[in-house]
């Protein structure tokens, strides 16, 4: 399943590499594709392992928020 | 000397707090694994045993910025830049340094364009790179790898690489640069690197003033370096009027004489026979000239802004010639607007005496004349003769030090 967040806070091309290190860090996400100029993530991730709420939670732990 | 100075300088202010941003994260993970040791085997993180992880860092990071400057300044010997694509390729980085500052105080959405990013792949590739090893090789590649994702400040410096044209010193300026960027991500990354994302946060809209002014001057010397008359000093000179030298001969005592500047360093007189020939890049050939007697009368007018080079159609008397003498300083040309006869080809003296600035690096952009003149003497460049009204502007490469002829009747 992908879904895209609107992340606001992304101040340089480091905030996108960052985030995209989700994919190696949250079990159940296949990819991120975070955008410093889109101010976007696309998360590929698998519903049955991990939840949108979870993926917002680490999105948050990184110092990030998700916009609307 | 005074690139590798100023490229030091941006690199030890704004460079290196611009870069912390963008690798301080990956210099951070490379240290993980490390710092992870030491908390196992001794209970103490920090200290001796991160620094040396940290220095490695570097290192390979000045090595692998310092091959990218050759290559960078090889490639613009290769595209031969002359003075007008010099000055082209400065006004782009002026524009590119004004973006980035406007995209770093958050002005528009559409200044985040001004930043590159690399491709997934690289980044990708990178930070799995960094996770996994340990030791002194993770550092040394993480160090040679920040080339794939420099910061704006980089990219802007690795632009202005380029326009050297030279690999040599496309090099050393990559290297005054990336040395200028170590000490602040030293001291950073050695106290902590979590204090990066702070500064980040407090220090960037510093940084962006600074480079929002690093980059309006680099916009100006590239106006300065095409003559434009846009150009700041043009600018004021076309307001205030221009601080005028009158070319004069060493005995004329015509009305003109007395209109001239104090400090008698342009001498226009009858001479056809000392000159040391053609500056090597004049454009135009190199006229024939024998000995003539016509003094030179100007007067102080103000010439529309055109130039040209092209000898026809223009009253050429013959086997005449003027000469111009400027002073070449460490702090510019002397005199900055100087005044010659039209429709007499010129002989253009540059004198130089210990002078160990940028102004020995003279060029002519409408005539296509690049010189790199000796700390001590003279170099002659020939210009053929100019229409009435016709301005040639001259500077030193970088566009810092500027000057003009005007050519009267």
């Known amino acids: 399943m992908k879904i895209t967040y609107t992340i606001p806070d992304m101040h340089c091309g480091n905030c996108a590499m960052r985030l995209e290190a989700l994919e190696d860090e949250l079990q159940g996400v296949t990819a991120v594709d975070a955008s410093y100029h889109k101010q976007q993530m696309v998360v590929d991730f698998n519903p049955e392992i991990i939840t949108e709420s ?6 948050a732990r990184k110092g990030y928020s998700v916009g609307e | 000397m005074t690139e590798y100075i100023v490229a030091f300088v941006t690199g030890l202010t704004t460079g290196g707090l611009s870069c912390l941003a963008v690798q301080g994260g990956l210099l951070a993970s490379s240290l993980a694994s490390q710092v992870e040791q030491d908390v196992r085997e001794s209970g103490n993180p920090h200290k001796a045993r991160v620094a040396q992880p940290i220095l490695w ?10 091959i990218l400057g050759f290559m960078l300044g090889w490639l613009g010997s290769v595209l031969q830049l002359n003075p007008i694509t010099r000055a082209v390729l400065q006004i782009a980085i002026g524009i590119f340094m004004v973006g980035q500052a406007l995209r770093m105080l958050n002005v528009h959405p559409i200044f985040r364009y001004f930043n590159i990013e690399p491709p ?33 400040i980089t990219q802007v410096m690795m632009a202005s690489a380029i326009t050297t044209g030279n690999a040599v010193t496309g090099a050393l300026l990559m290297f005054s640069f990336i040395l200028g960027t170590s000490p602040i991500f030293f001291i950073v990354a050695y106290f902590t690197t979590r204090l990066g994302e702070k500064l980040e946060k407090y220090f960037m809209r510093f940084v962006a003033v600074v480079v929002l002014v690093l980059g309006l001057i680099t916009v100006n010397t590239g106006l300065n ?12 000179s076309a307001v205030t009027g221009p601080r005028v030298v009158q070319a004069q001969s060493p005995a ?37 000239m024998s000995g003539g007697n016509r003094s030179a009368v100007g007067s102080a007018i103000t010439a529309p802004s055109t130039v040209t080079q092209a000898p026809t159609a223009i009253p050429v008397v013959e086997e005449q010639a003027q000469e111009l003498v400027i002073q070449v300083e460490n702090n510019g040309y002397s ?13 253009l003296v540059l004198v ?28 002659t460049i020939e210009i053929p003769a100019q229409q009435a009204g016709t301005r040639i502007p001259f500077s030193c490469s970088m566009g810092m030090y500027t000057g003009v002829i005007i050519f009267d009747k």
Request: glycine share 10%.
């Open chain 1, 54 to 59: 979870e993926i917002k939670a680490a999105i």
């Open chain 2, 120 to 152: 997934k792949f690289i980044t990708r590739f990178i930070r799995r790179k960094a996770k996994n090893g340990s030791g002194v090789v993770t550092p040394l590649f993480m160090g040679a790898l920040t080339v794939l994702i420099p910061c704006g």
């Open chain 2, 352 to 379: 130089s005496n210990n002078v160990r600035s940028c102004s020995l690096a003279f060029v002519i952009p409408s005539l296509n004349v690049q010189v790199l003149l000796e700390p001590t003497g003279s170099h």
């Open chain 2, 57 to 66: 860092f570097l290192l390979a990071k000045l090595i692998a910025y310092t």
């Open chain 2, 335 to 347: 005199p900055e607007v100087t005044h010659a006869l039209a429709g007499v080809p010129t002989r």
């Open chain 2, 252 to 288: 004329d005592t015509s009305p003109a004489a007395a209109l001239s500047d104090t400090s008698p360093v342009c001498t226009l007189q009858a001479n056809g026979n000392n000159g040391s020939g053609c500056g090597s890049a004049a454009a135009g050939g190199c006229p024939m």
């Open chain 2, 225 to 236: 370096l095409m003559g434009s008359p846009l150009a700041f000093g043009n600018l004021v």
